[in-house]
């Protein structure tokens, strides 16, 4: 029930490096046409890299690894496509529904076709006010139990970082700082808390990644922070953020999409700048730490794809 495009089959076969990347984003988190564009970017910035991308979707009820541009452009330019977390995968193959993976959908569908890396903006996590609401994103339990490296630029500006960053200490996930010793927040350059633990270079994330799964660790989030020139400070995000949340609160579910456009709104488009940078950024380190993973696999078979 899984399809892998021939391009990305190839390179797995000949333990090439791949890079996952989710539609999500491209259905829910940019608006079109930039959405296309940076899909695209972001799959040739991992190509220059000389790595394999994987946009990971499902279409008409078929989950696929690697979409074609074709295919990107028809998910960017539907402004109706579903979004599937780990839930819903198997819901939207019976009804043959054609749906954006998140986070979560994203990791499990990667982990099934035997890819370690994937790149994203950034996570799902503990909202603001969830100790009313309950309401926390699976991405953290996807990340507790599915053996894949994310790389992202933190968890989302608009959530509760101190409590996402609690949640994934008691669910055992480690957070890795790249160039960087406290947590991005996606929109912002640093949420000022610390991460576990910093590395510098790309060999030293596959390094320990290795070390991770040996030990029977699973998911590995590695966050890099938007360049700060490109970022929001901190006042100027809260004030957006406080008027945008004002106009959506009474949404529900449908809230975050609805916040990320006021957002747009709100910072004059700055909000849609900086992530775009931010996901060809993480397509970029991820590219890197795939080409150094597959660098340290021609020496010792430890894979996720290994791991019972």
Same mark, same amino acid.
């Given at each position: 029930?899984? *399809?892998i495009?021939?391009?990305?089959?190839?390179?797995?076969?000949e333990?090439?490096p791949?890079?996952?990347?989710?539609? &999500?984003?491209?259905?829910?988190?940019l608006?079109?046409p930039?959405?296309?564009?940076?899909? %695209?970017?972001?799959?040739?910035?991992?190509?220059?890299?000389?790595?394999?991308?994987? *946009?990971?979707? %499902?279409?008409d009820?078929?989950?696929?690894?690697?979409?074609?541009?074709?295919?990107?452009e028809?998910?960017?330019?539907?402004?109706?496509?579903?979004k599937?977390?780990?839930?819903?995968?198997? $819901?939207?193959?019976a009804?043959?529904?054609?749906a954006? *993976?998140? $986070?979560?959908?994203?990791?499990?569908?990667?982990a099934?076709?035997?890819?370690?890396?994937?790149?994203?903006?950034? %996570?799902?996590?503990?909202?603001?006010?969830?100790?009313?609401?309950?309401?926390?994103?699976s991405?953290?339990?996807?990340?507790?139990r599915?053996?894949?490296?994310?790389?992202?630029?933190?968890?989302?500006?608009?959530?509760?970082?101190?409590?996402?960053?609690?949640? /994934?200490e008691?669910?055992g996930?480690?957070? /890795?700082?790249?160039?960087?010793?406290?947590?991005?927040?996606?929109?912002?350059h640093s949420?000022? /808390?610390?991460v576990?633990?910093?590395f510098?270079?790309?060999i030293?994330?596959?390094?320990f990644?290795?070390?991770h799964?040996?030990?029977?660790?699973r998911?590995?989030?590695?966050a890099?922070?938007?360049?700060?020139?490109?970022?929001?400070?901190?006042?100027?995000?809260?004030?957006?953020?406080?008027?945008?949340?004002?106009?959506?609160?009474?949404?529900?579910?449908?809230?975050?999409p609805a916040?990320?456009?006021?957002?747009?709104?709100?910072?004059?488009?700055k &909000?849609?700048?900086?992530?775009?940078?931010?996901?060809?950024?993480?397509?970029? /380190?991820?590219?890197?730490?795939?080409?150094?993973?597959?660098?340290?696999?021609?020496?010792?078979?430890?894979?996720?794809?290994?791991?019972?």
């Amino acid at each position: 029930m899984l *399809t892998i495009r021939p391009d990305v089959a190839a390179s797995l076969r000949e333990g090439s490096p791949v890079v996952a990347l989710e539609s &999500t984003l491209i259905s829910h988190g940019l608006p079109w046409p930039m959405n296309y564009q940076t899909a %695209i970017e972001a799959e040739e910035v991992i190509r220059r890299a000389g790595v394999t991308p994987a *946009t990971i979707a %499902i279409l008409d009820g078929e989950p696929i690894v690697g979409l074609t541009s074709a295919e990107i452009e028809r998910f960017a330019s539907n402004p109706h496509v579903e979004k599937a977390s780990r839930r819903d995968i198997a $819901v939207a193959i019976a009804k043959r529904l054609t749906a954006a *993976t998140t $986070v979560a959908g994203t990791m499990l569908l990667a982990a099934r076709a035997g890819i370690p890396v994937f790149a994203t903006g950034g %996570i799902g996590g503990v909202h603001r006010g969830a100790e009313h609401s309950f309401d926390i994103s699976s991405d953290l339990l996807e990340l507790s139990r599915t053996p894949v490296a994310v790389v992202c630029a933190g968890a989302k500006s608009v959530l509760d970082i101190p409590k996402t960053l609690e949640m /994934l200490e008691t669910l055992g996930v480690p957070v /890795l700082g790249f160039g960087t010793s406290t947590f991005p927040a996606f929109f912002l350059h640093s949420s000022g /808390l610390p991460v576990q633990t910093r590395f510098d270079t790309a060999i030293e994330v596959a390094g320990f990644l290795q070390l991770h799964w040996a030990w029977g660790g699973r998911g590995v989030l590695i966050a890099q922070p938007v360049a700060e020139e490109v970022a929001l400070s901190a006042q100027e995000f809260e004030a957006a953020y406080q008027a945008a949340h004002a106009e959506t609160q009474e949404l529900g579910p449908r809230v975050t999409p609805a916040l990320l456009a006021k957002l747009a709104n709100f910072t004059s488009g700055k &909000t849609v700048e900086v992530n775009r940078e931010l996901i060809l950024a993480n397509a970029r /380190l991820a590219a890197s730490i795939a080409l150094s993973l597959a660098k340290l696999r021609t020496s010792e078979s430890i894979s996720p794809a290994n791991i019972a």
